[in-house]
């Protein structure tokens, strides 16, 4: 794995996991609309890491997230995201 891959993952991790902690206090502020743009504006940014990263190095979820772009399953090439050793 390059540092390339490595590092847009990580980036990938990052917006997720602010998603997630917006998400988690606009469970509790639904009408912050600073937060809701927060969130809208990363998750918009990661989504569109994950599809540059899936067109550079693979899938990252299975069970129909993503559709295979070859004539191949790359989803059973390894390492599988979770394997990545940072």
């Not at 990580?10 to 009408?31: G, Q, S, V, W």
């Not at 069970?63 to 399953?73: H, M």
Request: proline share 6%; aromatic share 16%; glycine share 2%.
């Amino acid at each position: 794995m390059d540092a390339n891959q490595v590092a847009l993952i990580k980036r990938i991790m990052e917006l997720d996991f602010a998603c997630i902690d917006l998400n988690l206090y606009l469970d509790t502020h639904p009408d912050d609309q600073k937060a809701l743009r927060d969130y809208n504006y990363y998750s918009q940014q990661s989504r569109s890491l994950k599809a540059q990263y899936e067109q550079l190095y693979g899938p990252l979820m299975s069970f129909g997230e993503t559709p295979s772009q070859c004539n191949r399953f790359k989803w059973v090439d390894d390492p599988w995201p979770w394997e990545i050793q940072y």
